[in-house]
């Protein structure tokens, strides 16, 4: 990884806990753990949640039980094949910053509706795999 004085670095400890979480990540054959850019984006956005204190590791692991167990159980009815690992990371998090109070749900499907109507920009599917870090004099 090279370093960049406009990008923020994670620290050392940062850095250990990212990879420690991406390695267990489920992954296929050529060890790619990301399938589209979006992926990441969402791992690193429940990171960062997490790592500035919006909730316990925990609470979001249960969340991501939920929003899996639920699937299969639609999905068994419905006899839906798509599944999505990142999709569920999303739906979990929603679902932890919702019952903590720290995003409103109407606000969170109005943006969403914005971004899927929006067209794609020129750079909209360049993937980014270096972690996020967010800068210290941002985190207050």
Do not use: C
Not at 18 to 27: A, H, K, M
Not at 33 to 48: H, S
Request: no cysteine; hydrophobic share 35%; aromatic share 8%.
């Amino acid at each position: 990884m090279t370093t960049s004085p406009t990008r923020p670095q994670p620290d050392p400890e940062q850095r250990r806990h990212i990879e420690e979480l991406v390695s267990v990540l489920p992954g296929r054959s050529d060890h790619q753990k990301f399938d589209e850019p979006w992926e990441v984006r969402a791992f690193a956005i429940v990171v960062a949640a997490h790592t500035s204190g919006q909730y316990p590791w925990s609470d979001f692991q249960q969340a991501l039980i939920d929003s899996i167990k639920g699937w299969e159980e639609s999905a068994g009815a419905t006899g839906d094949p798509s599944w999505s690992y990142y999709e569920h990371w999303v739906n979990a998090l929603e679902a932890v910053l919702d019952r903590r109070g720290a995003v409103d749900p109407a606000a969170v499907e109005l943006r969403t509706r914005e971004v899927l109507a929006a067209p794609p920009s020129r750079n909209h599917h360049d993937p980014h795999y270096e972690p996020v870090a967010v800068h210290a004099a941002v985190r207050s």
